[in-house]
């Protein structure tokens, strides 16, 4: 996944040479930075839509791969989806070869289309995985660990892919990011090769065949109403931090003054940074005391006054960066396993690829109306701060979202025996008792 999330957010890094001019005939310099930035002359518009390509190709992939994966097994899966990310990356490198053409946008918007549906069933392969080989131990902290080096790329991105486009240029940038996510590709095939191996071993193989030629698709409709107020909590709450991330440097290069691209770069990833180090902690913590979805709530509450900060306030964003990526981590950890645990193992794969459809499909609808609240026909001038704020209060109103939801998720768990609260002993020792009826 590595390779896979650098590419993703190499968008995000470069968000001033994507929406930079075609050309700077009078580029002028001023404290050692150009006024005029050359690019691919897109509009904030047209940036936004790479995102939205690659949240609705989620979409539309992973509800049906999950529920393919519960049919065919992983293996196949991983297949797939390597060569949907690695087309998708290709498109995406090629396209910008044609900078100042009519067939730069159609081809990056295709290979962001087929990135998306490569993320998309990879995240999913990577949670059934995940799920099965932990199903009796540490879940959360096993979630948190691959959550947490699933966006180990993200931060190489930002702390390293403007240095290397400003040495090298965009286009072997991009083809780079290529590279890596083929390197990805291969350490992915690999895993599950070991994972298919591990199955025959245990003689595990004709009981999951025999379980996944049960699987309908109207299994969807058995799922428990614990389970969908998850996922709506969930898709509030990507809705927040994805949308944000992909503009952060170009928010804090318009708002604060002082910070350059690279500074502002660094600023972003902080929230992957503290995703990488806190998540498998949060995991550890989470699996130890339980109350997984009081931690949802918690965590969507504390969003609140960070969101306003940075709308409202000159404090340096550095201390809010830090407090989304604690907050995502506790999120990420708490939540992600908490789907294995409200449904039948048979239907994990297709849970959770609803799940990332779902929020992935929040997060397109988001990108399109942030898109379209930034949205300015001038490339040269900062975007007004009342247009940033503005953003950001679309972001609150996600965040409240989010709580409403996680509310009513603690409603109905305590009422129905409190499972998502329970330590992981006490969930095991539960589902022992209701095995033996």
Not at 26 to 41: I, N, Q
Not at 294 to 317: D, G, R, Y
């Amino acid at each position: 996944m590595l390779g896979i999330f650098f590419c993703y957010d190499i968008p995000s890094a470069l968000q001033d040479q994507f929406q930079g001019n075609l050309t700077c005939p009078k580029a002028t310099e001023a404290g050692g930075s150009e006024l005029c930035v050359r690019g691919l002359g897109m509009t904030p518009q047209q940036y936004n839509l790479l995102f939205v390509v690659h949240s609705w190709a989620s979409v539309v992939v992973t509800l049906v791969s999950g529920f393919l994966i519960d049919k065919l097994g992983n293996f196949i899966g991983i297949c797939l989806s390597s060569f949907l990310s690695i087309s998708g990356t290709v498109l995406f490198a090629l396209g910008s070869h044609f900078r100042g053409t009519a067939y730069l946008l159609p081809l990056m918007l295709t290979g962001r289309l087929l990135l998306g549906s490569g993320i998309g069933s990879m995240s999913v392969l990577q949670d059934c995985i995940t799920a099965f080989w932990f199903e009796e131990k540490e879940l959360a902290m096993a979630f948190g660990v691959t959550i947490g080096f699933s966006h180990l790329g993200s931060i190489l991105n930002f702390f390293v892919t403007q240095i290397f486009e400003q040495a090298y240029g965009l286009q072997w940038t991009l083809w780079g990011g290529t590279l890596l996510c083929v390197f990805s590709a291969g350490m992915a095939l690999i895993a599950g090769n070991l994972d298919r191996i591990g199955v025959k071993q245990l003689g595990l193989e004709s009981m999951i065949q025999e379980e996944s030629s049960k699987i309908r698709i109207g299994d969807v409709k058995r799922l428990p109403l614990r389970y969908f107020l998850l996922t709506l909590s969930m898709t509030f709450f990507y809705n927040i931090i994805l949308p944000f991330i992909a503009d952060a440097s170009k928010f804090f290069l318009d708002k604060f003054s002082g910070y350059s691209q690279q500074e502002a770069n660094s600023v972003a990833g902080a929230v992957y940074i503290c995703a990488l180090v806190f998540t498998t902690v949060a995991g550890c913590l989470i699996d130890f005391v339980g109350l997984r979805v009081i931690i949802l709530l918690v965590c969507a509450v504390l969003t609140l006054p960070v969101l306003t900060v940075l709308a409202f306030t000159n404090i340096p964003p550095l201390i809010c960066t830090i407090l989304l990526g604690m907050i995502y981590s506790f999120v990420a950890a708490s939540t992600w396993p908490s789907i294995v645990l409200v449904v039948p193992r048979a239907t994990v794969g297709t849970a959770i690829g609803l799940t990332t459809a779902v929020s992935m499909a929040g997060t397109g609808v988001s990108h399109l109306i942030i898109g379209a609240i930034l949205d300015t026909s001038n490339r040269v001038v900062k975007i007004p701060l009342w247009r940033w704020q503005w953003m950001m209060i679309y972001l609150i109103i996600n965040a409240i979202g989010c709580i409403i939801s996680s509310v009513l998720l603690n409603i109905v768990d305590h009422r129905q025996g409190g499972i998502l609260n329970k330590t992981r002993k006490k969930w095991k020792q539960t589902k022992k008792v209701d095995d033996s009826h």
